[in-house]
């Protein structure tokens, strides 16, 4: 097993990666984003059935 690593002093540690989640969005832009999923999804009906 490998000891925790240890940063020198005068050596930062590397910023925090944040991964992105929709819990992380506000309501609008939640709404927003369920829109387009929704128009999206009936366009694709809308060429399945033109086609």
Same mark, same amino acid.
């Given at each position: 097993?490998?000891?925790?690593?240890? &940063?020198?002093?005068? &050596? /930062?540690?590397?910023? $925090?990666? /944040?991964s992105?989640?929709?819990? +992380?969005?506000? #309501?609008?832009e +939640? !709404? $927003?984003a $369920? #829109?387009? !999923?929704?128009?999206?999804? *009936?366009?694709a /009906?809308? *060429? #399945?059935m #033109?086609?």
């Amino acid at each position: 097993m490998d000891p925790h690593p240890h &940063h020198h002093p005068g &050596h /930062v540690h590397p910023p $925090a990666t /944040v991964s992105p989640s929709i819990l +992380r969005l506000s #309501a609008l832009e +939640r !709404l $927003a984003a $369920a #829109a387009m !999923l929704i128009a999206m999804l *009936w366009g694709a /009906v809308i *060429w #399945a059935m #033109a086609s």
